[in-house]
């Protein structure tokens, strides 16, 4: 690609300087029907809004770039990554493949014997329709090298005895779930694997710029908005980030006055205040989302809430009054209602995380509320088969993506990465096709149009236009060409390449 070769002078005006132009671009159109074939156009930033659009612009001394006829689009956004975690991924060992707990010990077994002594985690298994594991046999082929294998959702963990012992665990013959294990979690960075440093998180996102990526919202579990400023002097920030709090460490956010929206001192503009983020169940893998109706085998079993009802009102009020957003992971049917009676009992602002198990009395009710859908579409490629076996009869209710959004719900894709890769690539091609595999879309009535998943995925910005954020991607191609089948617009999504990503008008 060739970029042309003005650069703006030290004496030029501040403007001028922070001026570009994006020659001979095409816009991908998120309003109408599908572009292809629309003529070319010239795009000028200006700071960090688009300031004109036309067939020519002079230029004013701008720098420019020759897009040849490539597609402009708004940059995407992930809603919800644990980006910490997803920045460490590459010091774990990645067993998401696995599809047994003997091939699991057996392939822990050969790690311990490959390097002695050194702690064994890992990411990834997916036990769900597993039988029951316990400490014991996993102590078998460790003895006594700590070890930890996470789950893929993130809400359990089987460890040995040596691993209980360093968190600090009661010892039991089987896994840690849940609040004990998130409450673990940050024993296990300081005493296991360390954290993601500066130029981990730097590394994750740069990859996810490579894709298009131009900002997310980060839910992990430890630190906070305030550890931002000394990761930004450290070179690892890059995107924009909306950093969440956890119940933790909200004192310390309302405190210090943040509200959802502030821009977090000493980041260069690029961090804001995000919500107030709770776990509110757990998760069909590990049978504790928080269900109306008995797990299928199960009776009498629906799950759990992490916290009551009333508790989780407790904290939505507070934050509230704070201004600050909530952001509360609900899977389950009974969670979301829960969510949903506490967002209503205090006026709130805010988003169902995950929303995957939704009848259309709780659509309805998102909508009345006007609560956000932060939905994965990648997770049901994963869950589709439990689902059917754990819910049997509800799955015309998961992932209901059509619904909601015929409802006037407002909704808004992510990865939950580790949990999926942040690529929001994938994520809308599993909107459009509802399938991973030869097999047909899961429910394919609740399916996204190709426009649909796109606009979702970019944070509310439509067709790049005069006064928008100049935050953008340069493509190799239309993504929204017709196709003729869902299966191939899926792949089409997959197939899109990313030329370039600017944030604020900045090219990173």
């Not at 002695?116 to 298994?125: E, F, I, L, N, T």
């Not at 809430?305 to 389950?332: F, K």
């Not at 595999?437 to 796109?454: I, K, M, N």
Request: glycine share 10%.
């Amino acid at each position: 690609m060739r970029r042309l070769a003005h650069e703006p002078t030290n004496s030029e005006t501040d403007a001028v300087q922070r001026a570009l132009i994006i020659r001979r671009t095409r816009l991908v159109d998120l309003s109408g029907p599908a572009a292809t074939g629309a003529e070319p156009v010239d795009v000028r930033v200006v700071g960090d809004r688009i300031e004109a659009v036309a067939p020519e612009l002079p230029a004013d001394g701008a720098t420019e770039y020759d897009a040849e006829g490539r597609w402009l689009a708004p940059g995407l956004w992930d809603q919800h990554v644990h980006l910490g975690q997803w920045a460490a991924a590459r010091r774990r060992l990645d067993v998401g493949e696995v599809d047994s707990p003997e091939a699991l010990l057996a392939l822990v077994g050969r790690q311990v014997a490959d390097q002695p002594g050194r702690p064994v985690v890992s990411w990834g298994h997916r036990a769900g329709a597993w039988r029951k594991v316990g400490v014991r046999e996993l102590d078998a082929v460790t003895g006594s090298t700590p070890t930890v294998l996470i789950s893929g959702d993130g809400h359990q963990a089987w460890l040995n005895s040596a691993g209980l012992a360093l968190l600090e665990l009661p010892w039991r013959d089987d896994v840690v779930r849940e609040d004990e294990w998130f409450s673990a979690f940050d024993l296990f960075e300081t005493r296991v694997t360390g954290r993601a440093d500066a130029a981990d998180y730097h590394a994750a996102q740069e990859a996810a710029a490579r894709r298009g990526v131009v900002g997310l919202v980060d839910f992990e579990f430890t630190g906070g908005p305030h550890e931002w400023p000394a990761r930004h002097a450290a070179g690892g920030c890059l995107l924009r980030i909306r950093a969440a709090t956890y119940a933790e460490g909200l004192e310390r956010v309302l405190d210090a006055g943040l509200r959802t929206g502030d821009v977090i001192p000493e980041t260069g503009g690029l961090v804001t205040m995000g919500p107030l983020k709770v776990i509110g169940d757990g998760s069909l893998n590990t049978r504790t989302a928080w269900c109306g109706a008995h797990y299928a085998g199960m009776p009498g079993h629906h799950g759990a809430p992490n916290l009551e009802p009333a508790a989780l009102a407790d904290l939505i009020g507070r934050a509230t009054a704070g201004g600050l957003e909530v952001a509360v992971h609900a899977i389950g049917d009974a969670a979301a209602a829960a969510t949903l009676a506490g967002l209503a009992a205090h006026g709130a602002r805010g988003s169902i995380e995950h929303a995957q198990l939704l009848p259309p009395a709780l659509i309805a009710e998102l909508s009345r509320l006007g609560v956000v859908a932060s939905v994965q579409p990648a997770h049901l490629l994963d869950d589709r088969d439990l689902t059917e076996a754990l819910w049997p009869g509800r799955g015309q209710d998961c992932f209901p993506f059509r619904s909601l959004l015929d409802a006037g719900v407002t909704l808004r894709l992510g990865s939950d990465a580790p949990v999926a890769p942040l690529d929001p690539w994938l994520a809308m091609a599993a909107a459009v096709h509802r399938s991973g595999d030869e097999r047909p879309p899961w429910h394919g009535e609740q399916a996204l149009t190709p426009r649909e998943a796109l606009a979702a995925s970019t944070d509310g910005q439509g067709t790049p236009r005069a006064g928008a954020r100049a935050d953008l991607m340069l493509l190799d191609r239309d993504p929204l060409a017709p196709t003729s089948d869902s299966a191939t617009a899926a792949a089409l999504l997959r197939a899109t390449e990313v030329e370039a990503t600017w944030i604020a008008g900045v090219r990173v």
